[in-house]
């Protein structure tokens, strides 16, 4: 099982829709959390932390599930500028096994 | 200010070549990570340092990559001889924190990558 598994995609909404995400991952030691952001053949960005309560920001809603080891992304009021890549990172601190693991990213797709 | 900077953007060369990228991190960043991108395996972490000294190299595929940090605004990963299994997208990347503490705020800040072909 890979350490972290995201849905590839494509994901396919028109404007204005709602649309989640999910990503897993397998160690429980796991930390943290965030999702990032990639344009088509640019960078990775971060785009929010992922908190234990849940966390807003703007249209964006992040949740963590620990006890069934996932995390999600909601996407509310989709716009063409939210069509990116989305990257799931898990930041494995457990003893001397430290390291941030990257999910293979979710593509979205919002259409007009 | 000016993000991380990485050259070169594009780089196409032939097997057994030298192939050597370049980047500049963020001002005051004591961190600076080299991945590397492909489709099939996404984002890999080959090496990173720490006030300019390799603290983990885990992630370097073998023998024929390397990578220094002569000092705090320079960092070159560089491979020979290269191999077209090599292609990918070369990020690099700074940041302020120890990125494996907890609670950590997770940014990393990348440069826009080095595109690199190999024939």
């Known amino acids: 099982r890979k350490e972290v598994e995201q849905d590839p995609g494509p994901f396919n909404v028109p404007e204005g829709a709602t649309v989640a995400f999910n990503c897993t991952y397998s160690n429980s030691a796991s930390q943290s959390f965030f999702w990032y952001r990639q344009d088509c053949r640019k960078e990775p960005k971060l785009l929010m932390s992922v908190y234990s309560s849940g966390n807003e920001d703007g249209r964006f809603t992040a949740q963590l599930n620990r006890a069934s080891q996932y995390i999600s992304l909601l996407i509310r009021d989709s716009k063409l500028s939210d069509s990116a890549t989305y990257l799931c990172?898990?930041?494995?601190?457990?003893?001397?096994?430290?390291?941030?693991?990257w999910g293979l990213g979710t593509s979205l797709a919002v259409n007009p | 200010d000016a993000g991380v900077i990485q050259s070169p953007r594009h780089e196409v060369t032939e097997m057994g070549q030298e192939v050597t990228l370049r980047c500049k991190p963020i001002s005051g960043h004591d961190y600076l990570f080299w991945y590397r991108q492909t489709m099939m395996r996404g984002l890999e972490l080959l090496i990173y340092?720490?006030?300019?000294?390799?603290?983990?190299d885990s992630g370097m595929p073998e023998d024929r990559f390397s990578a220094k940090m002569p000092n705090a605004s320079f960092s070159t990963l560089k491979i020979q001889p290269s191999e077209p299994r090599d292609s990918a997208v070369y990020f690099c990347?700074?940041?302020?924190?120890?990125?494996?503490?907890?609670?950590?705020?997770?940014?990393?800040?990348f440069g826009e990558g080095s595109r690199l072909t190999v024939l």
């Open positions: 990347a700074s940041s302020p924190q120890q990125p494996y503490r907890d609670h950590h705020t997770g940014e990393l800040f």
């Open positions: 340092f720490n006030n300019n000294v390799p603290i983990d």
């Open positions: 990172v898990v930041n494995l601190n457990a003893g001397n096994n430290r390291k941030l693991i």
